[in-house]
């Protein structure tokens, strides 16, 4: 399976839509800022599933601030990463994908792309 990940995009859409149409992924996660971002890229690509957590700057938005996805049997703990303090460091967030039984952490919110494995998980960040 194909993921494209995306987080704070904060009003730009196109560089999401340009990625969708060169990548051709099987799926789509938003991890916040700009939840309305996330809706317009939805709208262009009606068939390609998608699903979003949203972020710190996503006043009033429904859904929940985390979610577990089982894709392809690996389990993706998703957030946008405020709530983990990732600014401060990733430990937070690490035990919490761990204790969820995720392989797999995806977030952003430091607008700033990382990848890499802590303890048992693997932890990934698609920067703005």
């Known amino acids: 399976m194909k993921l494209l990940v995306f987080s704070d ?7 999401m839509e340009s990625a969708v149409r060169a990548h051709r992924p099987d799926m789509v996660l938003h991890l916040g800022d700009c939840v309305e971002d996330f809706q317009a890229l939805r709208a ?3 068939d390609l599933p998608m699903d979003h957590v949203p972020g710190n700057c996503d006043y009033g938005a429904d859904g929940p601030a985390t979610k577990l ?7 993706i703990f998703m957030t946008h990463g405020h709530r983990y303090n990732v600014k401060l460091g990733y ?3 690490a035990n919490a994908a761990h204790f ?8 952003g919110h430091t607008h700033e792309a990382d990848f890499l ?7 990934f960040n698609p920067g703005s």
């Not at 969820?100 to 977030?107: R, T, V």
């Not at 494995?117 to 932890?123: A, H, P, S, W």
Request: hydrophobic share 50%; proline share 3%; net charge neutral.
């Open 9 to 15: 995009s904060h009003g730009v859409v196109m560089h």
């Open 44 to 46: 262009l690509f009606p």
């Open 69 to 75: 996805l089982t894709l392809s049997g690996m389990r």
């Open 91 to 93: 430990e937070s967030l």
């Open 100 to 107: 969820s039984g995720a392989q797999l952490a995806l977030f």
């Open 117 to 123: 494995r802590m303890g048992d998980v693997t932890l």
